[in-house]
């Protein structure tokens, strides 16, 4: 064994490390494991455990036209590494056809995270099939009300507010598709999309509370500014 496998073999045993397969029904679906895009399905997730740190972890799994699929790991005592890590094989499920017929709201604001100033928004609304559309023009409206270019920015996973499956998977599109039409205006530096679902709450989010977090100021280094908001999904058939 050379020395750089010997040292890599040493450090996975000392750190804790853990192999998952991550598979789809269909495949070609996104992976997030804490909110970080990983890759399509299939795939191999690597997972490193820092000695002295337990924990919950969140795998999510998307793809367009399905509900959104979770699973949480939860570390379980010290190193050597055990936990409830396994395999995850997601059958996805097709967003319900009644979701055709619905209508999407959705409000945006970009907010600078040191001191919680809002430069852009912008709002739309559009029927499920015109996604692309509604990225499209939010996008535009956003660039507008930056005047500097190349500032660091990133998509917060946007707040479903009809809290069902079907809906939650309609707005990771339109946040998705939104990430992508940011690229596409040439006038961001856009992040990977960050997912603080869990860290914090919309008032929090809503209230520019970013920085006071010790989670969410973790996943947001070297970001700038993020977008933020809600989207409502009128007509979704599974709203209590």
């Not at 997030?32 to 455990?49: Q, V, W």
């Not at 040191?114 to 996008?139: C, F, I, R, V, Y």
């Amino acid at each position: 064994m050379s020395r750089m496998m010997l040292g890599l073999a040493l450090l996975c045993c000392l750190v804790g490390c853990k192999s998952v397969a991550v598979q789809s029904t269909p495949p070609g679906a996104s992976v997030y494991y804490d909110g970080e895009y990983k890759g399509k399905t299939p795939m191999t997730l690597d997972i490193t455990k820092t000695p002295g740190t337990l924990g919950s972890h969140l795998l999510v799994i998307r793809k367009d036209g399905y509900e959104e699929w979770t699973t949480t790991f939860k570390d379980r005592g010290p190193l050597p590494f055990t936990s409830t890590y396994r395999d995850a094989h997601a059958e996805l499920k097709p967003l319900r056809a009644s979701h055709a017929g619905c209508t999407i709201q959705c409000d945006l604001r970009i907010v600078n995270v040191m001191d919680g100033s809002s430069p852009a928004s912008a709002s739309g609304e559009a029927t499920t099939a015109q996604l692309d559309k509604l990225a499209t023009a939010l996008a535009a409206k956003l660039r507008e009300g930056m005047l500097i270019k190349n500032e660091s920015i990133a998509v917060v996973g946007l707040r479903n507010r009809n809290g069902t499956g079907p809906s939650r998977a309609l707005t990771d599109q339109l946040a998705d598709k939104l990430q992508g039409e940011l690229i596409r205006t040439g006038w961001f530096d856009v992040k990977e999309r960050i997912e603080l679902r869990g860290v914090l709450d919309e008032q929090e989010l809503e209230s520019a509370g970013l920085v006071k977090n010790t989670g969410a100021r973790k996943k947001l280094a070297g970001v700038k500014y993020v977008v933020i908001g809600g989207v409502t999904v009128n007509g979704d058939p599974a709203t209590p």
